[in-house]
C-alpha cells in the first residue's frame, strides 16, 4: 500500500494549519444548528436503531454457540401408574433424573470454529454499526449542506428578480417614451419570468432537502422545521466555513475505517467456517450420562435400593454422505475466497474515495478562488453596461447579457462552493471521522 496519498500533493503550497479533529468531527463546521441535528440522529434514527439491534442478534448467536461446546444438565421427575393385561393389580412408579444430555466432545475443533465464527459475525456487526453511524452523519452533513446552499440560491434568485423587476420597470417606461422597441420589454419579461421559475424550483429542491433531514432525525416532515442559518448574518455569508485540510494524510489512516474492519471480520468468519467444515471429515465423540432414582414407594424414594446411574460413550464417522461434506468445504472455502475479494474490494475502494475528495477540495479551492474574482468581474461589467443603456449606446441584449453572467457566476460560486464543503465532509468520512 502506498503510504501517503497522491493528490494530498494539492495542499503542500497553501501549508493551512489544521486543528486537532475531535471525535464529534462534524463540529469542524463550526455550526450550531448542524451539532442539534447530529445529536438528534443519534437519538431517533431508525436505521441506527436497526443496526443496533443487528448487534444485538449477533451477540446473541455468540451465545448459542458457546452453549453448544458445553454439556447440558436436566432433571426429570415422574410418577406412572400401570397394570399388566389385568392380571395383576395397578402399581404405582416414581422416577427423578439428572440427565446430561449428549453431549460432543470437541476434539477436532468443530465447535470451536463455531465460536469463532460467531465472534468475528459479532465484531463484524459492531463494525457495520460503527460504518453506518458514520455513513448517517455524513449523509446529515451533507444534506444539511445542500439545503443551506439552497436558502442561499433562493436568496440569489429572489435578489435578481427583484433587479429585474427594477429593469423591466426602466425599460417599460423607455417604451412608454418612445426610446425603445416593444422587444426590449418582452425580452425583460422574458428574464423576469424565467427567474421566477427557477425560483420555484430552488424553493421546491428546498423543501425536499428539509424533508430528507427530518427522515434522518426520525421526525415527520410536516413537523420539521430547520433552524434559522447562524451565519446568514455574517458579512453575506450563507455556508458553514470550511475545515482546513492537512497536508499530508498517511494511507494508515484507512485502517481505522469501520466498513474496512468489518470486511477484515467477515473474512475472518469465513476462515472459521473452513475449520468448521473441515472438522467433519474426523469422528465425532459423544458421551452421555444420567443417574436418578426409581421406585414404587414416594416416601422411600431416595433410599439406597432405588438408586439408579448409566454412563455411555459413542464414536461415530460418517463413512459414505454422497459428497455432502466435501461440498460444504467447498462452499466453506469459496466463500472465504469471497469476502476476502470483497475486503480488498473496500480497501481499494477506500483508497479511491479519499483521493477523489482530495483532489475534489483541492481543485474547487482554485474554482472558489477564479469564481469569486469572475463575479467581482461580472458585477462591475453590469454596472457600466447599465449606464450605457441609459445612454442609449447598446441595445437591452447587452443588458440581459450582462445580469445573465452576473447571475450565473454567482450561482456557479455558491455550487462551487458547497462542493468544496461536500468534499471536506467526504473526506472526514473516507477516513473515519478524523486526519489527526
Known amino acids: 500500500m502506498p503510504t501517503r496519498f497522491g493528490q494530498a500533493s494539492l495542499f503542500q503550497l497553501a501549508r493551512p494549519?489544521?486543528?486537532?479533529?475531535?471525535?464529534?468531527?462534524?463540529?469542524?463546521?463550526?455550526?450550531?444548528?448542524?451539532?442539534?441535528?447530529?445529536?438528534?440522529?443519534?437519538?431517533?434514527?431508525?436505521?441506527?436503531?436497526?443496526?443496533?439491534?443487528?448487534v444485538d442478534v449477533a451477540q446473541a448467536a455468540l451465545g448459542s454457540s458457546r452453549a453448544a461446546v458445553l454439556p447440558a444438565v436436566g432433571v426429570t421427575g415422574g410418577a406412572t401408574r400401570s397394570a399388566a393385561n389385568g392380571t395383576t393389580a395397578p402399581a404405582t412408579s416414581y422416577t427423578a433424573q439428572a440427565v446430561l444430555a449428549t453431549w460432543e466432545v470437541d476434539l477436532w475443533g468443530r465447535l470451536r470454529a463455531g465460536v469463532s465464527a460467531s465472534e468475528a459475525r459479532l465484531d463484524a456487526s459492531r463494525y457495520t454499526l460503527a460504518a453506518t453511524r458514520l455513513s448517517l452523519q455524513a449523509t446529515l452533513v451533507q444534506t444539511y449542506l445542500a439545503a443551506?446552499?439552497?436558502?442561499?440560491?433562493?436568496?440569489?434568485l429572489a435578489r435578481s428578480l427583484e433587479s429585474y423587476a427594477q429593469s423591466l420597470a426602466v425599460v417599460e417606461n423607455r417604451y412608454a417614451?418612445?426610446?425603445?422597441?416593444?422587444?426590449?420589454?418582452?425580452?425583460?419579461?422574458?428574464?423576469?419570468?424565467?427567474?421566477?421559475?427557477?425560483?420555484?424550483?430552488?424553493?421546491?429542491?428546498?423543501?425536499?432537502?428539509?424533508?430528507?433531514?427530518?427522515?434522518?432525525?426520525?421526525?415527520?416532515?410536516?413537523?420539521?422545521?430547520?433552524?434559522?442559518?447562524?451565519?446568514?448574518?455574517?458579512?453575506?455569508?450563507?455556508?458553514?466555513?470550511l475545515p482546513q485540510i492537512p497536508e499530508q494524510l498517511p494511507s494508515q489512516l484507512l485502517e481505522r475505517r469501520p466498513d474496512i474492519a468489518a470486511a477484515q471480520a467477515q473474512v475472518a468468519a469465513a476462515n472459521a467456517q473452513i475449520g468448521a467444515a473441515e472438522a467433519a471429515f474426523f469422528p465425532a465423540l459423544t458421551l452421555s450420562a444420567s443417574a436418578g432414582v426409581r421406585g414404587s414407594e414416594l416416601a422411600n424414594l431416595f433410599q439406597a435400593p432405588n438408586q439408579l446411574w448409566s454412563l455411555?460413550?459413542?464414536?461415530?464417522?460418517?463413512?459414505?454422505?454422497?459428497?455432502?461434506?466435501?461440498?460444504?468445504?467447498?462452499?466453506?472455502?469459496?466463500?472465504?475466497q469471497q469476502v476476502v475479494a470483497a475486503y480488498r474490494q473496500t480497501v481499494l475502494t477506500a483508497f479511491q474515495e479519499v483521493e477523489d475528495n482530495l483532489a475534489a477540495?483541492?481543485?474547487?479551492?482554485?474554482?472558489?478562488?477564479?469564481?469569486?474574482?469572475?463575479?467581482?468581474?461580472?458585477?462591475?461589467?453590469?454596472?457600466?453596461?447599465?449606464?450605457?443603456?441609459?445612454?442609449?449606446?447598446?441595445?437591452?441584449?447587452?443588458?440581459?447579457?450582462?445580469?445573465?453572467?452576473?447571475?450565473?457566476?454567482?450561482?456557479?460560486?455558491?455550487?462551487?462552493?458547497?462542493?468544496?464543503?461536500?468534499?471536506?465532509?467526504?473526506?472526514?468520512?473516507?477516513?473515519?471521522?478524523?486526519w489527526d
Do not use: C, M
Open 312 to 336: 455411555g460413550t459413542a464414536l461415530a464417522v460418517s463413512l459414505f454422505d454422497g459428497g455432502a461434506r466435501s461440498a460444504a468445504k467447498a462452499s466453506a472455502v469459496a466463500s472465504h
Open 361 to 434: 477540495t483541492g481543485y474547487l479551492a482554485q474554482s472558489v478562488q477564479a469564481q469569486t474574482q469572475a463575479l467581482v468581474a461580472a458585477q462591475r461589467a453590469l454596472v457600466v453596461i447599465q449606464n450605457q443603456y441609459k445612454a442609449g449606446t447598446v441595445a437591452y441584449l447587452n443588458v440581459l447579457t450582462a445580469q445573465n453572467t452576473v447571475l450565473t457566476s454567482e450561482r456557479s460560486l455558491l455550487d462551487a462552493r458547497n462542493r468544496q464543503l461536500a468534499a471536506a465532509n467526504q473526506l472526514l468520512k473516507n477516513i473515519a471521522g478524523r
Open 148 to 156: 443551506r446552499s439552497s436558502q442561499a440560491l433562493q436568496a440569489i
Open 177 to 241: 417614451a418612445g426610446i425603445v422597441t416593444s422587444a426590449d420589454v418582452a425580452q425583460a419579461q422574458s428574464q423576469w419570468l424565467s427567474t421566477q421559475a427557477q425560483l420555484a424550483e430552488a424553493r421546491l429542491q428546498g423543501a425536499q432537502l428539509n424533508h430528507a433531514l427530518a427522515l434522518l432525525v426520525g421526525q415527520a416532515p410536516a413537523r420539521f422545521v430547520l433552524a434559522a442559518n447562524p451565519f446568514q448574518d455574517r458579512a453575506g455569508i450563507d455556508l458553514p466555513p
Open 17 to 54: 494549519v489544521t486543528a486537532p479533529v475531535p471525535d464529534a468531527w462534524w463540529t469542524l463546521f463550526n455550526d450550531p444548528v448542524l451539532n442539534d441535528l447530529q445529536s438528534s440522529l443519534l437519538d431517533h434514527n431508525l436505521n441506527l436503531q436497526a443496526a443496533v439491534a443487528a
